[in-house]
T-cell receptor, first 114, second 110 residues
Framework: KAGVTQTPRYLIKTRGQQVTLSCSPI?????VSWYQQTPGQGLQFLFEYFSETQRNKGNFPGRFSGRQFSNSRSEMNVSTLELGDSALYLCASSLLTTETDTQYFGPGTRLTVL | AQRVTQPEKLLSVFKGAPVELKCNYS??????LFWYVQYSRQRLQLLLR??SRESIKGFTADLNKGETSFHLKKPFAQEEDSAMYYCALSGSGGSYIPTFGRGTSLIVHP
């Protein structure tokens, strides 16, 4: 089975712009979660989608949004970019959405905001 | 609020020595706890979870509710164990907000 894929792998934007990141889960996985990883804050949960519905949300401002399509692919959007949004954005998929279900992570998208 | 603390940023040992990576948590309910590992140039991946009570690659972790700890242990470290290790907590009962520790970098010297 192909693993979780994320595109693009690297992205450079300027303050005020918006960005869309994409995640393709493992085939058959219905849950997709997004995380932000920074040296200062570590790995932080953004949100989780299951069957096209946002099921859970972390403590991030409304500039961070996402969606999931009927094929379980997910996109994450960040509007009005700030310097502090520079981070590695990880996507993870799992078969179900239980607390103990194994999450499989993608390689991440490295976003740099100038 | 739930919190995961990994007090050591770096742990350096020699091959064959015992290893213990510490993890303490704060959670009001019944937690689900995990250890994730990231080897150099590889993706973050699940190492083990407490509910399975399993041993993976010689690593074990015991949930101590009294001390609110979930330390990761291995009796004899190998060079290939060198990696970044993250402890994570997920709420139970429908509260699925995973919280990760800052991670501990384990270096095993030959």
């Amino acid at each position: 089975k192909a693993g979780v894929t994320q595109t693009p792998r690297y992205l450079i934007k300027t303050r005020g712009q918006q960005v869309t990141l994409s995640c393709s889960p493992i085939s058959g996985h219905r849950s997709v979660s997004w995380y932000q990883q920074t040296p200062g804050q570590g790995l932080q949960f953004l949100f989780e989608y299951f069957s096209e519905t946002q099921r859970n949300k972390g403590n991030f401002p409304g500039r961070f949004s996402g969606r999931q399509f009927s094929n379980s692919r997910s996109e994450m959007n960040v509007s009005t970019l700030e310097l502090g949004d520079s981070a590695l954005y990880l996507c993870a998929s799992s078969l179900l959405t239980t607390e103990t279900d194994t999450q499989y992570f993608g390689p991440g998208t490295r976003l740099t905001v100038l | 609020a739930q919190r995961v603390t990994q007090p050591e940023k770096l742990l350096s040992v020699f091959k064959g020595a015992p290893v213990e990576l510490k993890c303490n948590y704060s959670y009001s309910g019944s937690p689900e706890l995990f250890w994730y590992v990231q080897y150099s140039r590889q993706r973050l991946q699940l190492l083990l979870r407490h509910i399975s009570r399993e041993s993976i690659k010689g690593f074990t972790a015991d949930l101590n509710k009294g001390e609110t700890s979930f330390h990761l242990k291995k009796p004899f470290a190998q060079e290939e164990d060198s990696a970044m290790y993250y402890c994570a907590l997920s709420g139970s009962g429908g509260s699925y907000i995973p919280t990760f520790g800052r991670g501990t970098s384990l270096i095993v010297h030959p």
